[in-house]
């Protein structure tokens, strides 16, 4: 089984319950472990894959209550960084459809500094880059960047979630287009919201979008649309893969549920590049995928309401 590096940011959530979607309104947070990198890895652990996360967090009460949840969710840590800057915070409205509004507060993430051991253990591994905080700037940016050339140096699989957060690029999303295009460019596979699709294919038509993300270069695509189900988009043509019907409570981590799980099924091949020519296996994988996103939002939090190989089995 391959191991899979999980780079970017780990983070508190304080998640609001019981109001509307203006966090003005908001009066009680619960604190969730979070971060879309972090989410990913527990998905793949979960499920009995083998991930390792690299990110950094502060050397404070909630730098330590995350390390200790990856832990206990079996995520490798022994890459972790830890740093005098506070832990990131991020503050999560929901409304009453379980959709978010995002404020963050952001620290430690930012400081992840690289390290040139690690190029030995990607070699013939896979990587996920997830880029909520990952291309604001600082230590991060130069890292993940440094991680991804030497991902594609060594022979890695290599998978790319934009995870574009409106609140962080406010008046700047072409500095955003213009940052994941080099990604875009050489990921096996993307992983991508209806709302990323458009906004860095700049088509409107879904289609489109998949074709002029082909024409950038990724293998793979999938275009995640909730309830609806996941647009799987590869050289070979496209399908849309349905979705089971749940009550969400939560979509936070739905995204990094179904990449985690599509990367824990890539992760038990052999050979990872089989998927690119075997568009039966690839499906039922990506349906596995839904299963495991829509099962997420059926409780508050991202890494605690993520399924384990019981609950994902159970779903017919």
């Known amino acids: 089984m391959k191991h899979v590096f999980c780079i970017g940011e780990l ?31 527990c998905a793949i652990a979960r499920l009995g894959g083998n991930s ?13 209550y995350l390390l200790n949840t990856l832990k206990e969710n079996k995520v490798d840590i022994s ?13 999560v409205s929901l409304s009453e459809d379980g959709e978010r509004d995002f404020v963050f507060s952001r620290g430690a993430d930012k400081e992840l500094e690289y390290d040139p051991e690690l190029k030995k253990s990607i070699k013939d591994n896979m990587l996920h880059l997830g880029a909520a905080t990952a291309l604001l700037g600082g230590a991060l940016e130069k890292t993940y960047g440094r991680y991804f050339f030497d991902a594609l140096t060594q022979g890695a699989f290599i998978s790319f979630d934009p995870n574009f957060r409106a609140d962080l690029w406010k008046d700047d999303e072409t500095v955003f287009v213009k940052k994941c295009m080099p990604f ?4 096996d596979l993307g992983k991508f919201s209806l709302e ?47 979705s089971i019907s749940v009550n969400p409570v939560d979509t936070t981590g ?9 990367l824990q099924q890539i992760s038990a091949l052999q050979d990872p590049y089989e998927i690119l ?40």
């Open 79 to 91: 890459l972790a960084q830890r740093a005098k800057t506070f832990t990131t915070l991020a503050f």
């Open 52 to 64: 390792k996360f690299v990110g950094c967090v502060g050397r404070d009460p909630f730098g330590t």
């Open 254 to 262: 739905a995204g990094d549920a179904f990449i985690g799980c599509l």
């Open 277 to 316: 020519d075997n568009t039966t296996l690839l499906a039922k994988m990506v349906e596995n995928g839904n299963k495991a996103g829509a099962i997420t939002t059926t409780n508050y939090g991202a890494i605690t309401s993520l399924p384990d190989q019981q609950q994902l089995s159970a779903i017919r």
């Open 196 to 242: 990323e699709a458009q906004l860095l294919s700049g088509k409107t038509d879904l289609n489109e979008c998949c074709d002029a993300l082909h024409e950038i270069g990724t293998k793979i695509i999938t275009v995640t649309l909730g309830e609806k189900g996941t647009l799987l988009s590869t050289p070979h043509g496209k399908q849309t893969l349905p």
């Open 11 to 41: 983070l508190i959530d304080f998640v609001a319950e019981k109001q509307g979607s203006d966090l003005s309104r908001a009066d009680l947070f619960t604190k969730k472990p979070g971060g879309a990198p972090a989410n990913v890895a």
């Open 184 to 187: 875009i460019e050489k990921s």
